[in-house]
T-cell receptor, first 115, second 110 residues
Framework: GDSVTQMEGPVTLSEEAFLTINCTYT??????LFWYVQYPGEGLQLLLK?????DKGSNKGFEATYRKETTSFHLEKGSVQVSDSAVYFC??????????????FGTGTRLQVTL | ETGVTQSPTHLIKTRGQQVTLRCSSQ?????VSWYQQALGQGPQFIFQ???????GRGNFPPRFSGLQFPNYSSELNVNALELDDSALYLC?????????FGPGTRLTVT
């Protein structure tokens, strides 16, 4: 079945450091890929997405490129801020029928940014 | 535009009891999905409802059941609660390929 593997956290960075969170996936067909962010005590917020190979999703300074050849969707940000501290989830959709497919999530990576 | 809302925020139940969780979808969204997020884990898909019909189910036993109403709001029912059912239950609504999550209901089973 479909699966998502993320690098384990926590990841601790100083403010303005460069961020990479690795994500690889296994899926049949051509899934869409997503990054969600979860702040303490809150639900998930969609951060960015990519729906086909070589697409780059971007939002709020974060970006990720859909790499079919390496089955990866790594999240990057050039300069993190304390407010970016949260748990980040990589996810894929199975491209099934209906208006929205089920999401398969990784286990999440906690990011802690310090001053 | 009102986002996805869930109720209650928290609740505590005893093993063997039954619980109903509620979700109001975002305006214009006709699809609702439910996920279970255990502590320190990623969300796991429970099931999805599209126009009041179940439209896919994850690896959860039949004691997890749901409903979707004509206004597209939804309920998740869990019978015969077990300790392992303690988790954050997330509802997500969608109209196209993006799912928008509510804040979740934290269920504790003692």
């Amino acid at each position: 079945g479909d699966s998502v593997t993320q690098m384990e956290g926590p990841v601790t960075l100083s403010e303005e450091a460069f961020l990479t969170i690795n994500c690889t996936y296994t899926a049949t067909g051509y899934p869409s890929l997503f990054w969600y962010v979860q702040y303490p005590g809150e639900g998930l917020q969609l951060l960015l997405k990519a729906t086909k190979a070589d697409d780059k999703g971007s939002n709020k300074g974060f970006e990720a490129t859909y790499r079919k050849e390496t089955t990866s969707f790594h999240l990057e940000k050039g300069s993190v801020q304390v407010s970016d501290s949260a748990v980040y989830f990589c996810a894929l959709s199975d491209g099934g029928t209906g208006t929205a497919s089920k999401l398969t999530f990784g286990t999440g990576t906690r990011l802690q940014v310090t001053l | 535009e009102t986002g996805v809302t869930q109720s209650p925020t928290h609740l505590i139940k005893t093993r063997g009891q039954q619980v109903t969780l509620r979700c109001s979808s975002q305006s214009g969204h006709n699809t609702v999905s439910w996920y279970q997020q255990a502590l320190g884990q990623g969300p796991q898909f429970i099931f999805q409802y599209y126009r009041e019909e179940e439209n896919g189910r994850g690896n959860f036993p039949p004691r997890f059941s749901g409903l979707q109403f004509p206004n597209y709001s939804s309920e998740l029912n869990v019978n015969a609660l077990e300790l392992d059912d303690s988790a954050l239950y997330l509802c997500a609504s969608s109209a196209r390929d993006e799912q928008y999550f509510g804040p979740g209901t934290r269920l504790t089973v003692t």
